[in-house]
């Protein structure tokens, strides 16, 4: 893409609030942010090209710090929580305007016109104002990239303001603390200030996404990746941190349409944005070779470190945050898809690493199952990952994807449960965890078996296997599968001692039955008889 010629129309920034002496710098490409960004000292280049960067005392989300405007439009749609917090409109117009007379103060700002939605019949114009260069070049990589053309009558209709060098006054100001990001459907902008995580611009548009999306177009929003055949024949991918998402999605013998956020029209899937934002840690050119080779010019990698004297990254190291991350552009990866929109899914898996050795490595669901999983969003973290962790610890996030999630998770299983039957798609649920005991007795599930076991169900291969019920979850475990040693599809034959399986079964069910009693009373008769059984 060449450099833009044409350039913003300052009165819109005025008329939004900015300083008419700040220079503005727009639409800058991503080599530029890049120099200006080491030029001022905000980052450095390592050894392959890619701009790291340290975004501070935030190193990750804080779905604590993560308000929305309650007012005439959200008061009786959002599901409040603890991921929806509300907050009144004075809270919000109040720190509008201190963060764009903050703004107005600087020498220079950089403002970026952008979208989401690979599919235009959805596309959402969004102008996206940062502190940081760094800050516009991961909204670059990111959204979705107007033409120069598409830019020359570009109205936006969301705004995105960023300020990690402004701190916010509790006591004055209603926030929890110094940081925070508002979401005002009505002002329709995304506050962010005191934090210079970038994850809180991608994340802030997807819960708006999450909103709009289900209730205006009857599109269901997804917190997945995606892929397809050299058949056309489309694959999504759910699953939390951890479970393999990005891994199983990114596969040689198909076409990536995206690894984080989607939606489910009528005819087809696509791509909320224009870029990838992958974890780093522990990445190595033989497990990721696609991430891996993204990490050159135009890549933005953040809380790195280096091995010692070099501009090596130390992809190991965890002294800042295990939560290293990178951003690039969709087109880094060589069999991206172009534009980033699939055909009607055929096959859907639910990704789970089980560390108590319970689920089975693959199993089938019926619809009602899959709507129970699907507002569950169960995995289990390993001793280690957290502070405090020493044995498995139960996670659930509801659709996979709980912190953005401004509906109640019912909507979005009726959507997808309609989905599934109306396009009479297949819904798998894979365990990439533990097997034969949980951790530490029991042993990881070979990546070589689960990819086998998710071709045999993109190949139609078990369509013609025999299947048992799982006797307390109650999800069909083929039998056979190839390449899979028979012996592991059914968990209970794994353990030495199926007594000890059975009790821990029984109480993982229960942890399972107890988390979903938050949204019983939201969901259908037919979604609670798929609860597993604690008899």
């Known amino acids: 893409m060449s450099i833009p010629t044409v350039s913003i129309d300052l009165k819109k920034l005025l008329q939004l609030g900015l300083n008419e002496a700040t220079n503005v710098h727009y639409q800058l490409m991503p080599d530029a942010l890049a120099e200006q960004a080491v030029n ?9 090209g890619a701009l790291c960067i340290n975004t501070g005392e935030f190193t990750g989300r804080s779905p604590q710090d993560k308000f929305i405007v309650k007012d005439a439009i959200t008061e009786n749609t959002v599901h409040w929580n603890n991921f929806n917090i509300p907050v009144t409109e004075e809270v919000f117009l109040n720190l509008r305007k201190k963060v764009l007379d903050y703004l107005g103060s600087k020498e220079e700002i950089w403002v970026r ?31 979705l990239r107007p033409t ?12 995105v303001i960023q300020a990690p060098g402004f701190k916010a006054d509790p006591k004055v100001d209603g926030t929890r603390q110094h940081n925070f990001a508002i979401v005002s459907f009505t002002h329709k902008t995304i506050l962010i200030g005191g934090t210079g995580y970038t994850g809180e611009t991608k994340k802030g548009i997807f819960t708006i996404l999450n909103y709009l999306l289900p209730q205006e177009h009857q599109v269901l929003s997804m917190h997945c990746s995606a892929n397809v055949g050299k058949d056309g024949d489309t694959a999504i991918f759910f699953g939390l941190s951890g479970t393999g998402k990005t891994t199983l999605s990114a596969d040689p013998n198909r076409y990536l349409i995206g690894d984080d956020e989607h939606g489910w029209t009528n005819d087809g899937i696509f791509n909320f944005e224009g870029g990838c934002y992958a974890k780093t840690i522990d990445l190595t050119e033989e497990k990721e070779p696609e991430i891996f ?8 990698v953040e809380n790195i470190e280096f091995f010692e004297g070099t501009n090596t990254i130390d992809f190991a190291a965890k002294g800042i945050t295990e939560n290293t991350r990178v951003s690039y552009p969709l087109h880094f990866i060589s069999n991206a898809k172009e534009p980033s929109i699939g055909g009607l899914p055929q096959n859907i898996f639910f990704l789970t690493c089980d560390a108590y050795g319970i689920l089975p490595p693959i199993s089938k669901l019926t619809p009602g199952q899959a709507m129970y999983q699907f507002i569950s969003g169960y995995t289990a973290k390993v001793a280690g990952t957290e502070a405090g962790v020493t044995e498995p610890k139960s996670t659930f996030s509801a659709c996979f994807g709980a912190p953005f999630l401004p509906l109640h998770p019912g909507k979005y299983a009726e959507m997808l449960g309609q989905k599934m039957r109306e396009h009479n798609v297949n819904v798998w649920m894979i365990n990439t965890g533990w097997s034969g005991g949980g951790y530490g007795v029991g042993s990881r599930m070979k990546l070589s078996y689960t990819r086998a076991m998710i071709t045999a169900a ?16 109650g999800m069909m475990m083929p039998t056979t599968c190839s390449g899979v040693p028979s012996e592991l599809l059914n968990p ?15 109480d993982l069910a229960k942890q399972f039955r107890k988390n979903f009693e938050k949204y019983a009373s939201g969901v259908s ?10 008899d």
Not at 293 to 300: Q, S, V
Not at 493 to 498: G, H, L, P, R
């Open 113 to 143: 016109d952008a979208y989401a939605c690979a599919d235009e019949r959805f596309r959402l114009n969004i102008r996206v104002v940062n502190e940081t260069p760094w800050g516009n070049m991961f909204a670059y990589n990111m959204f």
């Open 525 to 534: 008769a037919e979604i609670l008889a798929a609860a597993p059984k604690v």
């Open 293 to 300: 080779r993204a990490i050159k010019p135009g890549a933005l």
């Open 458 to 473: 993109l190949s139609g291969e078990l369509e013609h296997v025999r299947y048992e019920p799982h006797p307390v979850f």
């Open 492 to 506: 209970r034959n794994t353990w030495s001692d199926a007594n000890a399986y059975d009790a821990q079964a029984r």
């Open 148 to 159: 120069e053309a598409e830019l020359e009558n570009f109205e936006p209709s969301w705004h």
């Open 40 to 48: 001022r000292g905000l980052g450095v280049y390592n050894d392959t």
